[in-house]
């Protein structure tokens, strides 16, 4: 089983900082997602990353794919309170199952 | 569109009773997934259903567990008898192409509690 680390853990920020949260692991994968889950809800999905190096970016928010797929961060500039939540990240393997890290809550205060 | 839809949201139950959660799947989508979801464990893998098959059931915690698939547009997960380590938030996911690509789309979950 592949095993996703991610960090920070928790974070806690004022409205208007940037941050950045990671993804890594020992194993390559063939594609990797992002998601974000706010409480009393299921998971969302924001992006997946597929090529090594590959940067998508989604508003204020930057993802990038490590070169060798063994990693991925998520840059979230000027973030805002509608940004809190825990980000999960989840890497799908080339052959077996995707798994999920155990996330990075993110308050974002007012 | 209407997403995956699971029920009940929230459920309280005692220890010894059998529990049902139900999950709609996006319509079109071959691949359904159970997870489960705690602050220890974080999201866990239950089982993952292609083309209302089961295909691998290994994070079935144990046997008072089992979850079917009788067509394309429902799955049930029983737990039987439940236990307050059972406790946790329950999501069903549905995807068009399984593990391939790893895009899941989630329900709200449903939230189990036993006393």
């Known amino acids: 089983t592949q095993l996703l680390e991610q960090s920070p853990q928790f974070l806690s920020i004022q409205e208007g900082e940037n941050l950045t949260v990671y993804c890594n692991s020992s194993s390559v994968f063939s594609s990797l997602q992002w998601y974000r889950q706010e409480p009393g809800e299921g998971p969302v999905l924001l992006v997946t990353?597929?090529?090594?190096?590959e940067v998508k970016k989604l508003k204020r928010l930057t993802f990038q794919f490590g070169d060798a797929r063994k990693d991925s961060s998520l840059h979230i500039t000027a973030a805002q309170p509608g940004d809190t939540g825990l980000y999960l990240c989840a890497g799908a393997p080339p052959a077996g199952k995707s798994t999920f890290g155990d996330g990075t809550t993110l308050t974002v205060k007012p | 569109d209407a997403g995956v839809i699971q029920s009940p949201r929230h459920e309280v139950t005692e220890m010894g009773q059998e529990v049902t959660l139900r999950c709609k799947p996006i319509?079109?989508?071959?691949?359904l997934f159970w997870y489960r979801q705690t602050m220890m464990r974080g999201l866990e893998l239950l089982i993952y259903f292609n083309n209302n098959v089961p295909i691998d059931d290994s994070g079935m915690p144990e046997d008072r567990f089992s979850a079917k698939m009788p067509n394309a547009s429902f799955s049930t997960l029983k737990i039987q008898p439940s236990e307050p380590r059972d406790s946790a938030v329950y999501f069903c996911?549905?995807?068009?192409?399984?593990?391939?690509?790893?895009?899941?789309?989630f329900g709200e979950g449903s939230r189990l509690t036993v006393l």
């Open positions: 319509s079109g989508h071959n691949s």
């Open positions: 996911a549905s995807s068009q192409q399984g593990f391939d690509t790893g895009e899941l789309f």
């Open positions: 990353v597929v090529t090594g190096g």
